[in-house]
C-alpha cells in the first residue's frame, strides 16, 4: 500500500515537473509546480515528516504559488512565448541534463547503504521535535533567518518602489 | 504506518530527488522565461529537501528535517527579492525574455 503510495505520489511529481519545463503558458507552469509541490509534501507525509509537510503546503502552495501567480498576471504574460532558442541550443540542454543525470545515477549505484529502507522514528517529524531541535541546536541559525527575512522584506519594498529618492 | 515506511529503499528516494533536479536543470537551460527559470529554480531546491528528508528519515536524526525548515526559508526569501528584480527588469525593458538582458554582456 505504502509503495503503491510512493509510486503515484512519485509519477505526479515528475510529470508536473515536466509539464513545469515544457508548458506553453506560464500559468499553466505556475499550476503544474504547485501540483508537484503537493506531491512533494506527500512525499514528506509518507517520510514521516508531518510538520514539513504542513509547512511546505503553506509556504510554496500558498505563499510562492500566489506570488509567482500574482507576478505572471501582473506582467500579463499569459501568452505563448515568441521565439524559442535556437535547436543547437535546445539539443545542448538536454544532453547536459541528461549527462547529470546519467553521472549522478551511475555515482548511486556504487553506494553501499542505499538498498537499506528508510526507517523513520515513531514521532520524529513532530513539531515537538522538530520545536526542540530548532530552539536548542540550531537557535542561532533560527534568530539569524529572521534577519534574512527582514532583510528580504527591505529590499523587495526597496526594488519595488517606483522612484528612489 | 509506521511499519510500512520501511518497504522504501533509500535509493528510490535519491533516485526521485536526482530526476526532478535535473528536470530543474534541463528547465533552466533550456527556457528563456525568466520566470520559469525561477521556477526550475524551487524544483531544484525541492529536490534537494526531499533527499534531506529522507536521509533524516534513514538515519533517524531530526537535524535534517530542521535543516529543510531553513532551506524554505531561504527560498522564499528568494523568491521574494527575485520576483521584485524581474518586475523592475520588466518595468525598464518590457520584456523578461533572458536574450534581450544583454546590457551587461561585454
Not at chain 1, 515537538?128 to 527591505?154: M, N, R, Y
Not at chain 2, 529503499?9 to 526532478?20: A, D, G, H, Q
Request: proline share 1%; aromatic share 12%; glycine share 4%.
Amino acid at each position: 500500500m505504502v509503495q503503491y503510495t510512493f509510486y503515484f505520489l512519485s509519477l505526479i511529481a515528475i510529470i508536473s515537473a515536466f509539464l513545469v519545463v515544457f508548458s506553453k503558458s506560464p500559468v499553466h507552469s505556475v499550476l503544474y509546480l504547485v501540483t508537484c509541490f503537493f506531491a512533494i509534501a506527500g512525499h514528506f507525509l509518507l517520510l514521516n515528516a508531518q510538520f514539513l509537510a504542513v509547512v511546505h503546503i503553506i509556504v510554496y502552495g500558498g505563499a510562492i504559488m500566489v506570488l509567482f501567480l500574482f507576478v505572471v498576471m501582473m506582467l500579463n504574460l499569459n501568452k505563448e512565448s515568441d521565439n524559442q532558442k535556437s535547436s543547437y541550443i535546445k539539443l545542448a540542454a538536454i544532453v547536459a541534463s541528461g549527462i547529470l543525470l546519467l553521472t549522478i545515477v551511475a555515482s548511486i549505484k556504487s553506494f553501499e547503504i542505499g538498498d537499506q529502507m528508510v526507517n523513520p522514528l515513531k514521532g520524529q517529524g513532530s513539531v515537538q521535535s522538530i520545536g526542540k531541535e530548532l530552539f536548542s541546536t540550531f537557535l542561532l541559525p533560527f534568530e539569524i533567518s529572521s534577519i534574512l527575512l527582514f532583510a528580504a522584506i527591505v529590499g523587495t519594498v526597496m526594488l519595488a518602489k517606483k522612484e528612489l529618492d | 504506518m509506521l511499519d510500512s515506511i520501511q518497504q522504501i529503499p533509500l535509493n528510490y528516494y535519491i533516485l526521485l530527488s536526482t530526476v526532478l533536479f535535473s528536470i530543474g536543470v534541463l528547465g533552466v537551460l533550456l527556457r528563456r522565461n525568466a520566470i520559469i527559470i525561477f521556477m526550475c529554480i524551487e524544483l531544484m531546491l525541492n529536490a534537494v529537501n526531499l533527499l534531506l528528508v529522507a536521509f533524516s528519515a534513514y538515519s533517524q536524526n531530526s537535524a535534517g528535517q530542521t535543516f529543510v525548515f531553513f532551506v524554505m526559508i531561504i527560498a522564499a526569501a528568494e523568491v521574494a527579492v527575485g520576483l521584485a528584480i524581474l518586475v523592475m527588469v520588466y518595468r525598464n525593458v518590457h520584456s523578461v525574455d533572458i536574450e534581450k538582458l544583454q546590457n551587461l554582456k561585454w
